[in-house]
């Protein structure tokens, strides 16, 4: 199993891959599949958006069997992605987690709007997504230009999901305090597939 830094130094250079347009695809073949069947242990845990131009094994040039993945909108950590996250480190043994956020993030967009308008007529399993990133969307919401606002809450909401992991759950903390596992926030840019890693 890769230790932290050698998984952030496989996904920098799979998403340089990427981003070069340097791809190929050998991972998906019969004999990977069942070798994989009888178990995985994946080398990092991603928690990304649900949005369709992240798939997040591709941005990453990644293959079967090697990333755990939790998505949802607005990449937030509430209590489901936090037990897939628990499994992925604690069960799987992966010793990096990463929570990718992205240029342009519509979660984040509609939580903004949302401040400024006061407009909340959501579904209740929306509003679940929109608590968890209106305190970043608000701590961004000072700023008169829209861009500007719009990039800083996405940032804020990946350190405050980052946060969350370690601050809501007492497995996740006692992984990250042993030294061993690193919880680390990341930025995808979308023209350019580029990820910007905070570590
Ligand atoms: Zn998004």
């Known amino acids: 199993m890769l230790d932290a830094q050698q998984a952030l130094e496989r996904l920098k250079q799979g998403n340089d891959a990427f981003v070069r347009e340097d791809i190929h695809s050998p991972y998906l073949g019969g004999q990977l599949r069942r070798i994989l069947a009888s178990g995985q242990a994946p080398f990092a845990v991603i928690v990304g958006c649900s949005d369709s131009r992240i798939p997040v094994e591709m941005v990453f040039h990644q293959g079967l069997g090697d990333l755990f993945v939790v998505r949802v909108a607005g990449n937030v950590v509430h209590h489901t992605q936090l037990g897939s996250i628990e499994f992925g480190v604690d069960v799987l043994g992966a010793k990096l987690v990463v929570v990718m956020g992205h240029e342009r993030c519509g979660a ?91 570590d």
């Open 108 to 198: 984040v967009d509609a939580c903004l709007n949302m401040i400024s308008t006061e407009e909340a007529n959501l579904s209740e399993h929306l509003n679940t997504i929109v608590d968890i990133i209106k305190p970043s969307a608000a701590k961004a919401s000072g700023e008169t230009d829209r861009e500007v606002a719009l990039n800083k809450a996405i940032k804020f909401n990946v350190e405050a999901n980052v946060q969350r992991i370690i601050d809501n759950s007492e497995i996740m903390a006692k992984h990250v305090d042993s030294g061993k596992v690193k919880v680390i926030g990341a930025h995808y840019e979308l023209s350019s597939g580029r990820v910007e890693f905070f």
